[in-house]
Structures are given as structure tokens and as C-alpha cells.
């Protein structure tokens, strides 16, 4: 927090100086009895008082007692989530959550109920997803017969290539929350810190008024609202969800496991040129999958929603809000096609 005291300071240094800059502006056109000079010190002198009360406000509202970061965090617990923060998230602790929510080691706490990080639960159906793959990679090696050998790769081959397709969705799914992940503690370590005091300092020169306007629209989005959407998130899946809850995710890791040992015992008790052992071990095998084919894409499916499809949501919200918070403080940020929301 230094560079934003400093950087606080400065932004107050120069407010006193537009204030007096202005001031003598406006005295030198009513001096001269010059309509422009008079025009321009007025609007100046305006804007300094604007960005007196804004420096103000802002301080006070985003510093770790303030009164905005204390509505974020009643917030946060008034729907009982719960985590445990890392020092530079702790005054924000919707930001704490979202983050431990993506990426923390250990679970979370939604209305009551622990719940894996999506990273822990994502890593988790991924490991089971190879093990089932590799073990069903044995199974199709296998031949039976004499001369002529018969393989069961045929029968397992869909059953890979189906495989294959998860494991690359979950592949994408992580590299996802890692990059969210990653976003969040940007935005912890310096959309307040950084990003706000730079662009009060910023909009207190003329030059560049509407730039430092833009940067304090899109570092109190981040800070604030883009938290906040994940919290949503959260109470959204827990509310039609349990596949994250921790008894639900030992459920499963213990069915793959099954299924794993299954292959393995049959393959160790197995006689090539026994078909009919082959064949039972096969029907062994995907009668077992069965069991835990649609806890599988269920959890697959709902781990794709709440790395894509939520945070995309909450990423409209987020530059909505930017959007709307720059022209309250004199400019516009433009997000494409976001724009006509």
C-alpha cells in the first residue's frame, strides 16, 4: 500500500494546485475582462472542486475500512460463504472468495455446505478420466486365439476416443481457471493499490481528464463488481448443484476407482487364449462404466458452465458497470460490441 498512499498524496497535491491555478485563471479574466479566460477558470475551478470531492469519496470508500470495501464484505457473508484469504485479498473478501473459489487448495464454504475449488475438482475428474483411459488402453491391447489372434480394441475404441474428447474439455477447462485465477489476483494486487490512485492522478490534469476517468471506471469494476459476479455464480450452482459438495466428489473418486481395480483384477487373473475371461472382464468393465458415465459428464458439464459460461456473464456485468461508472466521472469506455447493452 505505499505506492497508493503516494500516489493518494500526489493526487491531493494536485487538486490544491488546480484549485489555485484555476483560481488565478478566473482572476486574470475578469481582470482582463476577457470572456474566454473567465469561461475556461470557471469550468477549471469546477472540475477541481469535482476532483476534490472525488478524491474524497474515493478514498474513503475503497481503503480497507472503507465504507464501499465494508458493503462488499456484508455482502459476501450475508449469503455465508466462506475462505480463507490470503493477505492481499483481505480486505476484499468477495475477492477472497472468488479466488479460493477458482483456485484454492482447500474448499470453500457456500450457505453451510464444503465444496472443492473448481481447480481441485477439475484436476480431480481429470486424473480418474486417465486412469479409466489407461487402463481401458489395456484391456483393447489384449488378444485372445491361437495363430489368429482376436483383440477387443474394436469394442474399446469408441469407448477411448469419447474418453479422449473429455479429457481435452477438462484440459481446457483448467487452463481456464488458472487463467481466472490469475486475473483475480491482478486485480487484488492492483486495481486499489495501482490502478485507482493513477487514474485520480490522472484525471486532475486537462490533458488527460477522460483517460484517468477510464482507469478509475475499470479499476472499481474490477474491484468491485467482478467479485461480486462470481459470488453470484456460486449461489447460482449451489443452489441446483451438489456435484462440488466433498461427500459428492469422494462418491465418484471411489466409483473410477472401481472401475480401475475391476480391469485390474481381471487382467491379472486373465488367460489369453480364454475368451470367454476377455469377454467378462469387457462386460465387467463397461457395466462398471456405466455406473459413472453420467456422474461424469454431469460434473464435466457443470464444471464447463461455471469456467465459461457464468464468468462470461459476469464479465458483461463487469464491463456494463465500467461502462456506466465512466460516464458518472466524465468519460467512455467502449467494449465493442458490449457497447449497445
Known amino acids: 500500500m505505499p505506492m497508493a498512499i503516494g500516489a493518494y498524496n500526489i493526487a491531493i497535491d494536485l487538486v490544491a494546485i488546480m ?15 476577457d470572456k474566454r479566460l473567465k469561461e475556461f477558470g470557471r469550468s477549471e475551478l469546477q472540475q477541481a472542486l ?25 455482502i459476501t457473508s450475508s449469503v455465508q460463504l466462506g475462505a480463507t484469504c490470503q493477505g492481499f485479498m483481505g480486505s476484499n473478501y468477495a475477492l477472497c472468495f472468488a479466488y479460493d473459489y477458482l483456485v484454492g487448495t482447500g474448499q470453500v464454504s457456500i450457505d453451510g455446505a464444503q465444496y472443492l475449488s473448481l481447480a481441485e ?8 478420466v486417465i486412469s479409466i483411459y ?8 489384449l488378444k485372445v486365439g491361437g495363430i489368429v489372434g482376436v483383440g477387443f480394441g474394436g469394442m474399446i475404441d469408441p469407448i477411448l476416443n469419447q474418453l479422449g474428447y473429455l479429457t481435452g474439455a477438462l484440459g481446457t477447462a483448467i487452463v481456464g481457471i488458472e487463467a481466472q485465477g490469475i486475473l483475480l489476483k491482478f486485480v487484488a494486487l492492483t486495481a486499489v493499490p495501482v490502478l485507482l490512485p493513477a487514474g485520480m492522478v490522472l484525471r486532475i490534469a486537462y490533458i488527460t481528464r477522460r483517460l484517468g476517468s477510464a482507469m478509475m471506471a475499470i479499476a472499481i469494476g474490477l474491484f468491485a463488481v467482478l467479485p461480486l459476479t462470481y459470488v453470484l455464480n456460486a449461489e447460482l450452482v449451489a443452489g441446483y448443484a451438489d456435484a462440488f459438495n466433498s ?3 469422494g462418491t465418484f473418486t471411489l466409483n473410477t476407482s472401481a472401475v480401475t481395480n475391476e480391469m485390474a483384477i481381471g487382467t491379472s487373473g486373465l488367460n489369453a487364449s480364454n475368451s470367454t475371461s476377455v469377454a467378462g472382464i469387457v462386460s465387467g468393465v463397461i457395466s462398471s462404466l456405466e455406473g459413472i458415465i453420467r456422474p461424469v459428464l454431469t460434473t464435466i458439464a457443470q464444471i464447463v458452465i461455471q469456467v465459461f459460461f457464468l464468468p462470461a456473464f459476469g464479465l458483461m456485468l463487469t464491463a456494463v458497470s465500467i461502462r456506466e461508472i465512466a460516464k458518472v466521472l466524465g468519460s467512455e469506455v467502449s467494449f465493442g460490441k458490449l457497447y449497445i447493452m
Open 134 to 141: 489407461a487402463s481401458l488402453g489395456i484391456i483393447g491391447a
Open 121 to 128: 475438482t477439475s484436476f480431480g475428474v481429470l486424473a480418474s
Open 50 to 74: 469535482i476532483n476534490c470531492a472525488i478524491v474524497g469519496v474515493l478514498v474513503s470508500a475503497f481503503s480497507s475500512n472503507g465504507f464501499v470495501t465494508m458493503l462488499i464484505n456484508s
Open 247 to 249: 461427500t459428492a466428489a
Open 19 to 33: 484549485l489555485t491555478i484555476s483560481g488565478i485563471v478566473l482572476g486574470i479574466g475578469f481582470a482582463a475582462d
